[in-house]
Nanobody, 128 residues
């Protein structure tokens, strides 16, 4: 059984920085990729960033490029999302996700259905 536990959410002001972390557990954890998605009230869950665990390749959503940085520590089975220059429109519940061991093809990185395991989410609120 794979479990993902997010931490680090909170309330910050426009322009501030915040870091999130996601720790995976479970003896069967063999994920090809880990990612962050976010969901604002009344909106679809949106891709934020992903990392390929084999070589550290990174993928970012257009709305966070240049502001958010994803990194991972395979030994700790943990990924970190460093968010800077936060904006009120970044307010959302941030979810950690992990795939199974099958390599991705094409645009799979950006699709919710590519990820098998999900955390409970952590709230990030950016006030203006």
């Amino acid at each position: 059984q794979v479990q993902l536990v997010e931490s680090g959410g909170g309330v910050v002001r426009d322009g501030d920085s915040l870091s999130l972390s996601c720790a995976a557990s479970g003896r069967s954890f063999r994920s090809y990729a880990m990612a962050w998605f976010r969901q604002a009230p009344g909106k679809e869950r949106e891709f934020v960033a992903a990392i390929r665990r084999t070589d550290g390749s990174l993928y970012y959503g257009d709305s966070v490029k240049g502001r958010f940085t994803l990194s991972g520590d395979n030994a700790k089975k943990t990924v970190y999302l460093q968010m800077s220059k936060l904006r009120p429109e970044d307010t959302a519940i941030y979810y950690c996700a992990a795939s199974d061991a099958v390599p991705f093809q094409g645009t799979m990185w950006f699709l919710k259905r590519s990820y098998k395991h999900w955390g409970q989410g952590t709230q990030v609120t950016v006030s203006s």
